[in-house]
C-alpha cells in the first residue's frame, strides 16, 4: 500500500492541507475583571505559496503551544465547475472589546452561496479584514461540526452580551466517518451547548484510499517506537493472560439450555463467529476449584496486548487501540470518607476486556495524546501530560481488582468523589509489568484491505466472556448504611443512582469488537 503517512501533507481528494503550527499571537486574554483566564489567540505564520488560511486558532495558556490550523490548496482532482476554495464575500462582527486598554475583534467571514466558513478571524483593529486573509470551502467538500469543550466564557464592562468560545469536532466521528478538523475554533456572544452544530464547518476526505494511515511496516514501527508499559498494582491478585493461554487452561464455552460446557479449542477454532450477543452463548470458568483458582490469577508472562488500527478524524489521525485481556475483573472496594468498605462479590465477573488508545498524527507520525479507558467512560490526555518510560513510550497505570486505565498512579474514585464517596481505584507501579511495545499482537486494521491482517478466530465472537451475575447489592448497601454516621447516610443511600452498573449485577463482557469504540470514537 502506497503512503503519505508522516510526510506533513494529506491529500483529501480535491484539497490538500498541511499543519500550520508556526504560529503569531494575535490577542493573550490574562485578566478580564481580576479573573485569570489565560487563553491566547492566534493567526499562521509562514503559509506555503499556493495555501491559504481557513481561520485562527485559540488555546490555554498553561500548556505548551503545540497546536495547529491546517491550511488548503487546490489540486487538480477537481470535478466540479466552481473552485474548492473561495474568498469570503466579507465578515460580520461577532464581539469586541474596544477600549483605551484593550482592542480585539472576532469576525465570521461570509461564505459564497454554496460555500462554507471554517473559522474565525481575530484582529487587534476595528477594520474589517481583508477577503484574502482566509478561504471559504465549497460545500460539498464540508462535514457539519459541532462544539465540544467549552475554552472560556467572558464577560467584560467593555462589552454587552457574554462571550464564548468553544473547540470544535466534527459531528460524526466514528471510524469510517470522513470530517476532518480544522483545528480552528468558535465563538458567540451568547450561550451555547454542548455538541451544539456551529456556523463553521470541517472539511470533508474524499480520498478512499486514505493514503496518510500508515502501512502494515510503518504500524509496526510505531508500536514498538510508542507502545506504553503497563503497570498493574502490586497487590493485584487477577493478573493479565493471552487468550490462548485462557483457552488452554480450562476455560468453557456454554451454551443456553444446557447445563455442561466444553471446553474451547486453543486458538478459538470451535466458537460460534460473527451474530449478535443473542444470549445464546457464553464462557465461564472450570467447575473444578483448582483450575477454576489458576484461571482466576491469569498468567502475566503469556500476557500480549491485542492492537486494532483505525483511521480517526477523517483519516487525519490514526488510533491504535491496544486491548488487555484479564480472565477475571475482582471486587469492588467502596470508599466512605476515611472508610474502605470491601464490597464481597459485588463487581466480580470472568473475561475482562479493557484498552487505551493511541493517537498518532497521520501528518508527522507524533504521538498526539491517549485515550484512557475507565469502566463505562474514561479520558483522553494530551501527550505532554503523559508519564514516560523509556524515551518515547508512555507507561499505563492499571487499577487493582478492575484494571481501569490511568495516566498516573494514585487512588480515583468512580462515582460522585466530590461528596467524598466512590468505588475505589488505586494505581500504582510494581513488578507486574506488560511491555506492548514488545508483547503485542495486530488482530485488525480493516483499512488495509482485505486479507493483509488474519483476524484471529476468538475476535469473532460476538457473546459473551463471562456468565451474568446479579449481586444483591441492595441488601449490601443497606449493611453499609447502618455502619455509617448519619450525616453520610443520605449521599449513600441515593448510590443507586450515581454509581456504575458494576453495583446491581454484571452481564458477561463481551469481547472487544461488540464494543462501541470499535467503529465508533472513544467516549468520556
Known amino acids: 500500500m502506497a503512503t503519505s503517512f508522516a510526510s506533513g501533507r494529506i491529500c483529501l481528494g480535491e484539497i490538500e492541507v498541511l499543519k500550520a503550527d508556526k504560529l503569531e499571537k494575535v490577542w493573550r486574554c490574562t485578566t478580564l475583571r481580576g479573573k485569570s483566564l489565560g487563553f491566547t489567540f492566534y493567526r499562521p505564520l509562514e503559509i506555503p505559496e499556493g495555501f491559504f488560511c481557513l481561520g485562527h486558532y485559540c488555546q490555554s495558556n498553561d500548556q505548551p503551544l503545540r497546536g495547529y490550523v491546517l491550511v488548503a490548496r487546490e489540486t487538480n482532482a477537481s470535478v466540479s465547475e466552481f473552485p474548492a476554495l473561495e474568498k469570503p464575500l466579507g465578515y460580520s462582527l461577532i464581539w469586541s472589546i474596544d477600549s483605551h486598554d484593550e482592542c480585539v475583534y472576532f ?25 484574502e486573509e482566509v478561504r471559504c470551502v465549497r460545500a460539498d467538500l464540508t462535514e457539519t461540526c459541532e462544539t465540544s469543550d467549552l475554552l472560556l466564557t467572558i464577560k467584560s464592562k467593555y462589552a454587552k452580551n457574554v ?55 510503518q504500524i509496526h514501527a510505531l508500536i514498538q517506537h510508542y507502545g506504553p508499559t503497563v503497570y498493574f498494582h502490586p497487590d ?43 444470549g445464546a452463548f457464553w464462557i465461564d470458568l472450570p467447575t473444578d476449584e483448582d483450575a477454576k483458582n489458576n484461571l482466576k490469577k491469569g498468567n502475566i508472562e503469556s ?20 486491548w488487555v485481556f484479564c480472565p477475571f475483573n475482582g471486587p469492588a472496594t467502596l470508599k466512605v470518607a476515611l472508610m474502605n468498605i470491601e464490597m464481597g462479590k459485588v463487581g466480580e465477573h470472568v473475561g475482562d476486556w479493557e484498552h487505551f488508545t493511541l493517537r ?113 447489592s441492595r441488601s449490601e448497601i443497606d449493611k453499609i448504611i447502618d455502619m455509617l ?40
Open 107 to 131: 469576525w465570521l467571514p461570509n461564505p459564497p452561496t454554496g460555500y462554507k466558513a471554517m473559522g474565525i478571524v481575530v484582529t487587534s483593529s476595528p477594520n474589517e479584514p481583508e477577503v
Open 163 to 217: 462571550f464564548q468560545v468553544w473547540n470544535t469536532e466534527p459531528c460524526d466521528r466514528g471510524m469510517l466517518a470522513r470530517g476532518v478538523s480544522v483545528g480552528t475554533f468558535f465563538c458567540g456572544s451568547s450561550y451555547f451547548d454542548s455538541e451544539q452544530v456551529v456556523d463553521i464547518a470541517c472539511l470533508k476526505n474524499l480520498d478512499s484510499s486514505l493514503h496518510a494511515m500508515p502501512n502494515q511496516n
Open 236 to 278: 493485584e491478585k487477577y493478573l493479565p493472560s493471552s487468550v490462548q493461554w485462557f483457552f488452554k487452561n480450562g476455560a468453557v464455552l456454554y451454551t443456553a439450555g444446557s447445563s455442561k460446557g466444553k471446553a474451547i479449542e486453543y486458538a478459538g477454532s470451535n466458537l460460534p463467529s460473527g451474530g449478535t450477543n443473542d
Open 303 to 322: 500476557a500480549e496486548l491485542y492492537v486494532h488500527v483505525k483511521p480517526a478524524l477523517g483519516g487525519a489521525f490514526t488510533d491504535i487501540v491496544m
Open 360 to 472: 498518532i498524527s497521520n501528518f508527522s507520525g507524533e504521538l498526539w495524546s491517549v485515550f484512557f479507558s475507565q469502566h463505562s467512560g474514561g479520558q483522553w490526555v494530551n501527550a505532554f501530560d503523559l508519564e514516560f518510560i523509556k524515551g518515547n513510550k508512555p507507561i499505563v497505570y492499571s487499577s487493582k481488582d478492575g484494571h481501569a486505565s490511568f495516566p498516573h498512579s494514585g487512588t480515583y474514585l468512580q462515582g460522585p468523589s466530590k461528596l467524598g464517596i466512590g468505588v475505589r481505584n488505586d494505581a500504582a507501579k510494581s513488578k507486574f509489568i506488560v511491555d506492548s511495545s514488545i508483547k503485542y499482537e495486530v488482530v485488525a486494521a480493516e483499512y488495509l484491505g482485505e486479507g493483509v491482517i488474519t483476524e484471529p478466530c476468538w475476535l469473532q465472537y460476538m457473546r459473551e466472556w463471562g456468565p451474568t451475575i446479579v449481586y444483591d
Open 485 to 524: 454516621p448519619l450525616f453520610v447516610r443520605f449521599s449513600v443511600e441515593n448510590l443507586f443512582e450515581l454509581f456504575p452498573t458494576e453495583l446491581y449485577g454484571e452481564e458477561g463482557p463481551t469481547g472487544p469488537k461488540e464494543k462501541d469504540n470499535w467503529l465508533g470514537d472513544e467516549y468520556c
